[in-house]
């Protein structure tokens, strides 16, 4: 059974870089049948997609992180990352990775970790 | 969101409600592949549909979706206490580059 699992600091200052990583188990992020994405949610918002990479890493990201964010793989450890720069108060959210099929069906998540920006 | 859900919809135990997904012929009328999850709160989401109208294994039947146009719908038909939640749609494009983008979200509430 695949399973994602988020870690990385629950806390990050504003204008810092947040950093998560994605572990995967039961499974490979090898595999060319699958995106790894990363996707967060602000406190009683909804779903907003930041990236994905893919096998060989491509990446996709948001038109509007674009500019900050920067998703890699690790295919030795079997993880991938995000990293977002410059960080203000209205990234605070919750950020899950998952797995898309190739036609953006995200069908493995993990449980998400709340990331809060605050001095 | 470019993608507009009503924000909130109700129904009785046994009920169907349709939640509609409405973007442009750019977009939701351009393409097949719109997806559906079911949130509970503090949990993570659940694929329930994708593209368009097909269901994972172990989904239930209770639960279909279609298109019409730049509207795509998910119908919960029976409705149960369990169906309590939040439903985002997501759509998948690959123009220029790949991208995702999600609906604003639906609560629905089971009286």
């Known amino acids: 059974q695949l399973q994602l699992q988020e870690s990385g600091p629950g806390l990050v200052r504003p204008s810092e870089t947040l950093s998560l990583t994605c572990s995967v188990s039961?499974?490979?992020?090898?595999?060319?049948?699958?995106?790894w994405d990363w996707i967060r949610q602000s406190p009683g918002k909804g779903l907003e997609w930041i990236g994905s990479?893919?096998?060989?890493?491509?990446?996709y990201y948001n038109p509007s992180l674009k500019s900050r964010v920067t998703i890699s793989a690790d295919t030795a450890k079997n993880h991938f990352s995000l990293n977002l720069n410059s960080v203000t108060a209205a990234d605070t959210a919750v950020y899950y990775c998952?797995?898309?099929?190739?036609?953006?069906?995200?069908?493995?998540w993990g449980r998400g970790t709340l990331v809060t920006v605050s001095s | 969101s470019a993608l507009t859900q009503p924000a909130s919809l109700s129904g009785s135990p046994g009920q169907s409600i349709t939640i509609s997904c409405t973007g442009t012929?750019?977009?939701?009328?351009?393409?097949?592949?719109v997806s559906w999850y079911q949130q509970h709160p503090g949990k993570a989401p659940k694929l329930i549909i994708y593209?368009?109208?097909n269901r994972p294994s172990g989904v239930s039947n209770r639960f279909s979706g279609s298109k019409s146009g730049n509207t795509a719908s998910l119908t919960i038909s029976g409705l149960q206490a369990e169906d309590e939640a939040d439903y985002f749609c997501?759509?998948?494009?690959?123009?220029?580059?790949?991208?995702?983008?999600f609906g604003g979200g639906t609560k629905l509430t089971v009286l």
């Open positions: 998952a797995r898309q099929g190739t036609l953006g069906d995200f069908d493995y």
């Open positions: 039961g499974g490979s992020i090898r595999s060319r049948s699958y995106y």
């Open positions: 990479v893919y096998f060989g890493g491509t990446t």
């Open positions: 012929s750019s977009d939701v009328g351009g393409n097949d592949y």
């Open positions: 593209d368009v109208s």
């Open positions: 997501s759509l998948y494009t690959s123009g220029i580059t790949l991208e995702v983008m």
